[in-house]
């Protein structure tokens, strides 16, 4: 899908760009991120420089525009503004390395996902106001999402502890501890299944307040304090490094789950209901409901 006032030629180039800055980021990158950062890489031209009516650098559309076609692909993926190249996508970052055939190849995908959508095959440019309506809903989730983000990064450590405990409790568990201020020897909250404590297992969690991801040494000393009936959780406002994430799921013995800021903010909304008023505060979303793309 080819932005307006622009060459499929500048799209391949912007795109493969673009996908290089994913290469380097294999654990995922924000969104405005992986944009300032092609943006940095290529000398952008008078017209990509301008900003719309609307506001907005017009390079940011466009580079957005060419990502339409790479998702399609099954090249990309993007999540609450996480943007993260799949196995797919640098597969064709290798089997294409002229830019132009990069895109041109991206657009073919495109193109035959969106005709085996379709009873009828639309035109270019109605895909094309389809696809503006898309990309703004993108950019407003995206703001959003930067909100929550921002807020998780800088609440208190110990109101994020209580944040965690308020959901366990909303999902039915039964908190029996919250670490105070002070050293917790690596265990901010204990939980059980029942209100006695009498049944196994015992939840033992582990909170973090962080930007980055968490590696996979800091995993592994989690995991020395869980035993093989327990129950481990570690929550984190950043995320897991792939390494972290693959110590987890070979756990054959000792149960781990792990909760980042996406899984975190998604149960609390699913569990929102459940939450007592008093803890609402704690991470305080309210849902605004507006028309979104059917793409």
């Known amino acids: 899908m080819s932005g307006k006032g622009i060459t499929k030629k500048r799209n391949g180039l912007i795109l493969h760009e673009l996908f290089k800055v994913l290469l380097q980021n294999p654990d995922g990158v924000q969104a405005?991120?992986?944009?300032?950062?092609?943006?940095?890489?290529?000398?952008?031209?008078?017209?990509?420089?301008?900003?719309?009516?609307?506001?907005?650098?017009?390079?940011?559309?466009?580079?957005?525009?060419?990502?339409?076609?790479?998702?399609?692909?099954?090249?990309?993926?993007?999540?609450?503004?996480?943007?993260?190249?799949?196995?797919?996508?640098?597969?064709?970052?290798?089997?294409?390395?002229?830019?132009?055939?990069?895109?041109?190849?991206?657009?073919?995908?495109?193109?035959?996902?969106?005709?085996?959508?379709?009873?009828?095959?639309?035109?270019?440019?109605?895909?094309?106001?389809?696809?503006?309506?898309?990309?703004?809903?993108?950019?407003?989730?995206?703001?959003?999402?930067?909100?929550?983000?921002?807020?998780?990064?800088?609440?208190?450590?110990?109101?994020?502890?209580?944040?965690?405990?308020?959901?366990?409790?909303?999902?039915?568990?039964?908190?029996?501890?919250?670490?105070?201020?002070?050293?917790?020897?690596?265990?901010?909250?204990?939980?059980?299944?029942?209100?006695?404590?009498?049944?196994?297992?015992?939840?033992?969690?582990?909170v973090k307040r962080r930007k980055d991801n968490i590696p996979v040494d800091e995993l592994r000393s989690f995991l020395a304090l869980i035993n093989e009936d327990d129950v481990g959780i570690f929550v984190t406002t950043g995320g897991f490094t792939k390494d972290a994430q693959e110590l987890a799921r070979n756990q054959e013995r000792r149960k781990i789950t792990l909760l980042d800021r996406q899984d975190l903010v998604d149960l609390w909304i699913d569990y929102s209901d459940e939450l007592e008023k008093d803890d609402w505060h704690l991470l305080p979303l309210k849902p605004i409901y507006f028309l979104a793309p059917n793409t």
């Open 32 to 206: 405005k991120d992986a944009i300032a950062a092609v943006a940095s890489k290529l000398e952008l031209t008078e017209h990509e420089k301008g900003d719309y009516e609307k506001g907005g650098r017009r390079f940011d559309k466009i580079l957005r525009f060419t990502t339409v076609d790479a998702v399609k692909a099954g090249w990309m993926r993007k999540k609450k503004g996480i943007w993260n190249i799949t196995e797919e996508g640098q597969q064709a970052v290798t089997d294409f390395p002229d830019s132009a055939k990069f895109y041109q190849e991206a657009s073919r995908l495109y193109w035959k996902w969106r005709n085996s959508t379709l009873d009828e095959v639309e035109s270019e440019e109605e895909a094309t106001q389809e696809l503006e309506a898309k990309i703004t809903f993108e950019e407003a989730e995206e703001q959003a999402w930067d909100e929550i983000s921002a807020y998780l990064e800088s609440i208190d450590p110990y109101d994020l502890q209580k944040l965690v405990a308020a959901l366990l409790e909303a999902m039915e568990y039964y908190v029996s501890w919250v670490s105070p201020p002070g050293k917790d020897g690596g265990i901010d909250i204990l939980a059980w299944t029942d209100p006695l404590g009498t049944k196994p297992p015992r939840i033992k969690v582990q």
